[in-house]
Nanobody, 118 residues
Framework: QVQLVESGGGLVQAGDSLRLSCAAS????????MGWFRQAPGKERQFVAA???????SYADSVKDRFTVSRVNAKNTVYLQMNSLKPEDTAVYYC????????????WGQGTQVTVSS
């Protein structure tokens, strides 16, 4: 089992920055990828960013050049630095975990609310 705990959400104004953190615990001794997803009210959960076990990153087009995903393996923690936030970034943000080579994310955090006011 893997447990994920997110933190860092909040209410900010458009143009502000915010950093989310996600700490993983449990069976994290194998190589693993971590990702960030978000879900706005009335919408489906969507991919935001991910970082593989080897450090390769990927982003949704809507956040590219504004968000940066990173990880500190020694802390089993992944971060999402969000700059130039927009009202449309408002959502519950979830971190996710999958073992390297897995097709899908098998573990999810509880989510953290990010609200961006205009």
């Amino acid at each position: 089992q893997v447990q994920l705990v997110e933190s860092g959400g909040g209410l900010v104004q458009a143009g502000d920055s915010l950093r989310l953190s996600c700490a993983a615990s449990g069976r994290t001794f194998s190589s693993y990828d971590m990702g960030w997803f978000r879900q706005a009210p009335g919408k489906e959960r969507q991919f935001v960013a991910a970082v593989t076990w080897s450090g390769v990153t990927s982003y949704a087009d809507s956040v590219k050049d504004r968000f940066t995903v990173s990880r500190v393996n020694a802390k089993n923690t992944v971060y999402l630095q969000m700059n130039s936030l927009k009202p449309e970034d408002t959502a519950v943000y979830y971190c996710a975990f999958r073992y390297a080579g897995s097709a899908s994310y098998g573990y999810w955090g509880q989510g953290t609310q990010v609200t961006v006011s205009s």
